[in-house]
């Protein structure tokens, strides 16, 4: 209630607020899909306009934030609770990793940050991810007093995760799921496209098996993007397939709509239905 209210009752000009029905998680999602839309993209670009965002996968809102870390150590030196020099601890409430992630750099800027807590609420899936090694978000989501923190999707961590596996490995990382990830040490393809529906069919993985391979014989060049076309060409041909589905198919069915879609893909469709972005 006093969020809302602090954001109703402001009084900038240039200032709209919209709500959602949904939590954090369904907003950011669809901030992300309203960013890679191409129809609303060309219709800015129109008007010499482009969203951007103030979230944490926004290096204008990291910036800032490592500033934080500065300011408060110069404030402890001057009040006489540390020595320049000498380390400070720091407790960060988090749900998306984003503002520790700015003390994280400050400290590989230089500032003496000795240990650093994460902190969560009842949405703890971080804290348990940090615990047990498994990121497991199909639990109950709850709403609490701090609805920055009340998430269960962290796309950065993950991102993080996979970024590094390739370096280490010296591959490219494919990661499928709800949201897929392909990643090389550098960059990573977040990719929403896909059906749930197809977790259920027998065949689907050997089929991105053989996409994969094609793509990657085709376009040597750029492994990277190779694998990550043929993952979201697996997604489209899923939503594609699913929408010519009748009432009375099953699995079966589904499972030969999708190889048709992939069949009678081409690259406007491919194109126009890819949700990704590029971290």
Not at 56 to 64: A, E
Request: aromatic share 8%; with cysteine.
């Amino acid at each position: 209630p006093m969020q809302k209210l602090q954001m109703t009752t402001q009084e900038g000009e240039n200032v709209a607020v919209c709500a959602i029905h949904g939590n954090f998680d369904d907003a950011q999602s669809a901030v992300k899909s309203i960013f890679t839309n191409d129809e609303i993209k060309a219709e800015l670009a129109k008007k010499n306009m482009m969203f951007s965002s103030a979230n944490s996968i926004n290096w204008g809102r990291l910036v800032p934030q490592i500033v934080y870390y500065f300011s408060a150590y110069a404030d402890l030196c001057k009040m006489g609770q540390l020595q320049v020099g000498e380390p400070m601890n720091v407790v960060v409430p988090t749900g998306n990793f984003g503002n520790i992630l700015a003390g994280y750099y400050a400290k590989h800027m230089g500032l003496p940050i000795q240990t650093m807590v994460c902190a969560s609420n009842t949405n703890n899936v971080l804290t348990d991810f940090l615990k047990t090694g498994t990121y497991d978000r199909n639990r109950d989501f709850y709403a609490t007093t701090s609805p920055s923190m009340d998430i269960l999707i962290s796309l950065d961590q993950a991102v993080d995760f996979v970024k590094k596996l390739a370096g280490k490995l010296g591959c490219i990382i494919a990661v499928t799921g709800a949201i897929d990830l392909v990643a090389d040490a550098d960059t990573c393809y977040v990719i929403r496209n896909g059906r749930p529906e197809m977790g259920k069919i027998t065949g689907t993985g050997c089929q991105l098996s053989g996409l994969m391979t094609a793509y990657l014989t085709a376009n040597q060049d750029d492994k990277l993007e190779a694998a990550a076309t043929a993952v979201i060409l697996m997604g489209v041909a899923g939503e594609v397939g699913y929408a010519n589905m009748e009432p009375t198919d099953g699995n079966a069915t589904y499972r030969n709509r999708i190889i048709d879609a992939i069949y009678n893909m081409d690259a406007d469709k491919l194109c126009s239905m890819a949700k990704c972005e590029i971290r």
